[in-house]
Every structure is written in C-alpha cells, then in structure tokens.
C-alpha cells in the first residue's frame, strides 16, 4: 500500500525557517516528479513547487520563488521542502504528491494520483 508521510511542520515567527519531509513507502517514486501543494483555511488547495524524477528540474509559484527550495533524495524515496523568510501568509497544511506520470513534472492537482496526510505550517507575525 502506498503511503506519504509528511513531517517538520510547527509553529514559527515570520522570516523563521522550517524543512518539511515527505517519505514515501510502498513503492518506489524515482521515475515520477513530485510536489508539494498547500491549502490555507477557507482557500483551495494550490500549488507550491515540484521536482522532476532526477532532481535536475524545479518549478515554483510566484509566491514562494527565492524563498522556497524542493529537493529529492530517490535512494530514501524522500522528497524535502526548505522554507525560508517565511510569511504569515504561508501558513496553511501542507501536502506532498506524487504525478501520475513518470518523467515529467506537473503543476496541476489532477496530475497527481498520491498524496499525503499534510502537515500545519503556522507563520506567526
């Protein structure tokens, strides 16, 4: 049975740090691109950045470019999310996806067959 686990969430100040973890089990994602999205109170789930199956291609929102880095580790079948300068408008669940596609890397919700539990990000000002 697949399954992610999402850790390193908490509470931090603005401009504070934290690096979120994602482990996958279950089977191996090496060839799949992977992303982290988040969901803030009352919005809808969005897209915050993924990485390609190698590691070699990134891609992020707007809102958190510069300030975000996604990175992978395939021999741990984990995917990390560095947040730096964080704002209180980070705060929010966050998750961590698998694409269904292997090879690419994908923006939209849709493209994503796996996901984890999420775990609370809270930037207090």
């Known amino acids: 049975q697949v399954q992610l686990v999402e850790s390193g969430g908490g509470l931090v100040q603005a401009g504070g740090s934290l690096r979120l973890s994602c482990a996958a089990s279950?089977?191996?994602?090496?060839?799949?691109?992977m992303g982290w999205f988040r969901q803030a109170p009352g919005k809808e789930r969005e897209f915050v950045t993924a990485?390609?199956?190698?590691?070699?291609?990134?891609f992020y929102a707007d809102s958190v470019k510069g300030r975000f880095t996604i990175s992978r580790d395939n021999a741990k079948n984990t995917v990390y999310l560095q947040m730096n300068s964080l704002k209180p408008e980070d705060t929010a669940v966050y998750y961590c996806?698998?694409?269904?596609?292997?090879?690419?890397?994908?923006?939209?919700?849709?493209?994503?067959?796996?996901w984890g539990q999420g775990t609370q990000v809270t930037v207090s000002s």
């Open positions: 990485i390609n199956w190698s590691g070699g291609s990134t």
């Open positions: 996806a698998v694409s269904k596609y292997a090879y690419v890397i994908n923006y939209a919700l849709s493209e994503y067959s796996y």
């Open positions: 279950g089977r191996t994602f090496s060839n799949y691109g």
